[in-house]
T-cell receptor, first 115, second 112 residues
Framework: ETGVTQTPRHLVMGMTNKKSLKCEQH?????MYWYKQSAKKPLELMFV???????ENNSVPSRFSPECPNSSHLFLHLHTLQPEDSALYLC??????????????FGPGTRLTVL | QKEVEQDPGPLSVPEGAIVSLNCTYS??????FMWYRQYSRKGPELLMY????GNKEDGRFTAQVDKSSKYISLFIRDSQPSDSATYLC????????????FGKGTKLTVNP
């Protein structure tokens, strides 16, 4: 595997379910990100981790819970979601946060549908 | 005024045409400028990266940044059907806490 991988690629869940999205980066980067991409809206930054420490929580509802056990893995735990949470969830990584090393590389995304 | 403005299109051109995509922005602190290409049902792929003002060329692609006008462009020469995708501009400031701010993306179709 190379680059940034995400699983599952597609997920359908009910509003009472609990599920998790997984992201893994094989680039040796130190920072990882979760984004939400909805139709006709710019990418929305959700969370930023640097060296496994959360450095940004962009006013995201508590029904989204991130976890970063090490610099290569990032999870997004989902519970009691709403239909408006249906979107493409993208993971990204970068060498560092900010400066020349802050260029982000994205995974393929998880297409989430909440029924 | 939004931080980054990008015409969503859609833009449809014949194969071989020169394509011009652009974004305007309001934050004069932006220093790093990127263009991402996103195919349908895929994640964004970094296409071009520019620091501060100037031009950068990579094959058929040229990125231009005009900081005085707060305007960035991506030119695609000899466009191909495989260039059909959504193109996202993104930019951020110098500091470590600076978020990457994206445009909405322009959907491009190159017709054979």
């Amino acid at each position: 595997e190379t680059g940034v991988t995400q699983t599952p690629r597609h997920l359908v869940m009910g509003m009472t379910n609990k599920k998790s999205l997984k992201c893994e980066q094989h680039l040796g980067h130190n920072a990882m990100y979760w984004y939400k991409q909805s139709a006709k809206k710019p990418l929305e930054l959700m969370f930023v981790y640097s060296l496994e420490e959360r450095v940004e929580n962009n006013s995201v509802p508590s029904r989204f819970s991130p976890e970063c056990p090490n610099s290569s893995h990032l999870f997004l735990h989902l519970h009691t979601l709403q239909p408006e949470d249906s979107a493409l969830y993208l993971c990204a990584s970068s060498q560092a946060i900010g400066g020349a090393g802050g260029t982000q590389y994205f995974g393929p995304g998880t297409r989430l549908t909440v029924l | 005024q939004k931080e980054v403005e990008q015409d969503p299109g859609p833009l449809s051109v014949p194969e071989g045409a020169i394509v011009s995509l652009n974004c305007t922005y309001s934050n004069s602190a932006f220093q790093y400028f990127m263009w991402y290409r996103q195919y349908s049902r895929k994640g964004p792929e970094l296409l071009m990266y520019t620091y501060s003002s100037g031009n950068k060329e990579d094959g058929r692609f040229t990125a231009q940044v005009d900081k005085s006008s707060k305007y960035i462009s991506l030119f695609i020469r000899d466009s191909q059907p495989s260039d059909s995708a959504t193109y996202l501009c993104a930019m951020r400031g110098q500091g470590g806490s600076e978020k990457l701010v994206f445009g909405k993306g322009t959907k491009l179709t190159v017709n054979p």
